[in-house]
Every structure is written in structure tokens, then in C-alpha cells.
């Protein structure tokens, strides 16, 4: 499979968030985080089944502006004291996307 040929966008930032590498390492980096299911209900295992389509598809909705991240999941976390701590995060293709976004931008920055 042939990798994207990466223009350079002058001003851009979103050509290195769909760059397929990124987006690769971006799936690494959740994986390895050991990553949960969203509101979505799709587990790591998966997406994994299907990883190159789902990198794909996320690469082809970034590059038509067409992405659109799904709402985030909230979970309470017990506290030692009994409290609940609140979390939460984005889901779905919103891991993947932003996690896209932060290796694009670290390996920029």
C-alpha cells in the first residue's frame, strides 16, 4: 500500500493530523494507553479488526473537513474517602482523531 504523498501547507496543520503515519502512531498510542470503549461501544480489539479501514475512513472524514467527533464519555472513579471522582474523554473516532492531532502536532513542536 502506497503511503499519502504529504504536501506542505504553509499556515496548515491539518495535513499533518490526516498524514496516515500519524494517524498510525496515534492508534499505537491509545492501544498502548490500553484505550476503552466510548459512546460508541466499539473496544480496542474492534477496531483493531478492521484498523487500516477505520484509519482510512478517519483519514478520508479529516481530509473532506468532514470529521465530526462524537460526544464524550463520562465514568466516576472511587475514591479511597468514598467520593466519586468524574472523568471523561472523547469516544469513538475522537480518540483516534485527537490523538492524530497531538502526535502530528508533537512531532511539529
Not at 464524550?72 to 490523538?99: E, F, H, L, N, Q
Request: proline fraction near 7%; hydrophobic fraction near 40%.
Amino acid at each position: 500500500m502506497a503511503e499519502d504523498v504529504h504536501p506542505i501547507k504553509i499556515g496548515s496543520l491539518i495535513d499533518k493530523v490526516w498524514y496516515l503515519p500519524n494517524l498510525r502512531r496515534a492508534w499505537t498510542l491509545v492501544k498502548a494507553n490500553h484505550g476503552t470503549w466510548g459512546v460508541d461501544r466499539q473496544s480496542l480489539e474492534a477496531f483493531e479488526a478492521h484498523r487500516e479501514e477505520e484509519l482510512q475512513d478517519l483519514q478520508g472524514a479529516l481530509k473532506a473537513d468532514a470529521y465530526v467527533p462524537l460526544p464524550g464519555r463520562r465514568v466516576y472513579i472511587p475514591k479511597p474517602d468514598g467520593a466519586a471522582a468524574r472523568a471523561g474523554g472523547p469516544c469513538g473516532a475522537g480518540p483516534r482523531g485527537s490523538d492524530g492531532a497531538a502526535a502530528a502536532l508533537g512531532a511539529t513542536f
